[in-house]
């Protein structure tokens, strides 16, 4: 069975560019996860989808960050436009639903530089 | 709002020793707990969950965390550790009110030969 598949791996970009991440899920996970982590930290939740619908996105920057998820299965993370302070690991994760004991699946992360 | 403490950033360890890495959370009326591990340019993958029930769980590769209540800590510990343990090790907690899951900063743990 394959993971959560994230791309690119690695993003350089200069300062107020635009870039964007792809998480395809684990198939059959209806929840999907974009968390942020920065260097010698844990990942910080970013927002939660339960299938299309955004059902927790209280920690997402909305005035540069935003994430869509269309059809239910895989899903973008968008920075418009990126600051230095955005260089970070962007990480997917999903789960077969919210209920708090689901195992959470990690994809390997997106590590972006900003320059 | 939950909270992890992690409180040690790194471990080394010689090989075949063992190790305990500490972890304590807020107090919470319900909480699940869980240890991820994450080794180099790989995603975090579970090791090991507490729910309910015993106090005590283990993960399949030798891992063991207990969960104490009184102390609101929830340690993970192994008895001999091997080179291919080097990893940075998570903890996390998932309360019902808070309905996400809250990581620790993460321990660093180099086994070395």
């Known amino acids: 069975e394959a993971g959560v598949v994230q791309s690119p791996r690695y993003k350089i970009i200069e300062k107020k560019q635009p870039v964007a991440f792809w998480c395809n899920p684990i198939s059959g996970h209806n929840t999907l996860y974009w968390y942020l982590q920065n260097l010698g930290q844990g990942p910080e939740l970013l927002i939660r989808y339960e299938n299309e619908e955004a059902v927790d996105d209280s920690q997402l920057p909305k005035d540069r960050f935003s994430a869509e998820r269309l059809k239910g299965v895989d899903s973008t993370l968008k920075i418009q436009p990126a600051e230095l302070g955005d260089s970070a690991v962007y990480l997917c994760?999903?789960?077969?639903?919210?209920?708090?004991?689901?195992?959470?699946?990690f994809g390997p992360g997106t590590r972006l530089t900003v320059l | 709002a939950q909270s992890v403490t992690q409180l040690d950033s790194q471990v080394p360890v010689f090989e075949e020793a063992p190790v305990e890495l500490r972890c304590n959370y807020s107090?919470?009326?319900?909480?699940?707990l869980f240890w991820y591990v994450q080794y180099p340019n790989q995603g975090l993958q579970l090791l090991l969950k507490?729910?309910?029930?015993?106090?005590l769980v283990e993960s399949i590769n030798g891992f063991e965390a207990e969960f104490n209540k009184s102390q609101t800590s929830f340690h993970l510990r192994k008895p001999s550790v091997h080179i291919s343990d080097t990893a940075e090790y998570f903890c996390?907690?998932?309360?019902?009110?808070?309905?996400?899951?809250?990581f620790g900063s993460g321990t660093q743990l180099t086994v070395l030969p």
């Open positions: 507490y729910l309910s029930g015993s106090t």
């Open positions: 994760a999903s789960s077969l639903g919210q209920v708090g004991y689901n195992e959470q699946f």
């Open positions: 107090s919470s009326v319900s909480v699940y």
């Open positions: 996390a907690a998932h309360s019902g009110s808070a309905r996400q899951l809250t």
